[in-house]
């Protein structure tokens, strides 16, 4: 069975950093490029970040870029996503997703909250 | 960066009847063009992709169609479990973008 299950969500201070994990299991997880996707509260979908299966390439969404970095150890299945320099419109659950194009397959999120 | 923009915002459909939900691209994606589900405290799921093939074990009475610019998400007779919010989302070049969403709620 496929699985995506992310982890290190929590409270942090504005200015301050978190890291996220993606666990992958169930599926070949060093043959597919990922994501982070977020959703603030009450909010839609947000695309953040995209690396390909090799890390050969990254991609970020303005709002995001030179404060997050998406990475991944495909010998430990897993992704990441560095958050420094937090503010408060960052409050959201972040989704780790597989792409093959579209957005196949979720996990089911962590919620980050940013707030003094 | 290509906007996309969802159409209506909120549609009130009866279960069994139709519902069309439109998706309006800024510049042409081709057919690069997904739909997803998320339900209430649920993580989104993929419904079509390609503008119009149908996901893994995702029943016929979801179709989509369109390219360029123009496309649609069709809910052939609506069950109880399709109240959700729908969105769309490019994934032609970079950065990838959705819509605001839909909400399809019971009239």
């Known amino acids: 069975e496929m699985q995506l299950v992310e982890s290190g969500g929590g409270l942090v201070r504005p200015g301050g950093s978190l890291r996220l994990s993606c666990a992958a299991s169930g599926f070949t997880f060093s043959s597919y490029s990922m994501n982070w996707v977020r959703q603030a509260p009450g909010k839609g979908l947000e695309w953040v970040a995209y690396i390909t299966s090799s890390s050969s390439a990254t991609y970020y969404a303005d709002s995001v870029k030179g404060r997050l970095t998406i990475s991944r150890d495909n010998a430990q299945n897993s992704l990441y996503l560095q958050m420094n320099s937090l503010r408060d419109e960052d409050t959201a659950v972040y989704y780790c997703a597989r792409s093959t194009g579209p957005l196949d397959f979720w996990g089911q999120g962590t919620l980050v909250t940013v707030s003094s | 960066e290509i906007v996309m923009t969802q159409s209506p915002a909120t549609l009130s459909v009866s279960p069994g009847e139709r519902a069309t939900l439109s998706c309006r691209a800024s510049?042409?994606?081709?057919?690069?063009l997904g739909w997803y589900q998320q339900k209430p405290g649920q993580a989104p799921r993929l419904l079509i992709y390609?503008?119009?093939t149908r996901a893994t074990d995702i029943p016929a009475r979801f179709s989509g169609s369109g390219s360029g610019t123009e496309f649609t998400l069709t809910i052939s007779s609506l069950q109880s479990e399709d109240f959700a919010f729908y969105y769309c989302?490019?994934?032609?070049?970079?950065?990838?973008?959705f819509g605001q969403g839909t909400k399809v709620e019971i009239k």
């Open positions: 510049q042409s994606v081709s057919s690069n």
């Open positions: 989302q490019h994934y032609s070049s970079w950065p990838r973008t």
């Open positions: 390609g503008a119009s």
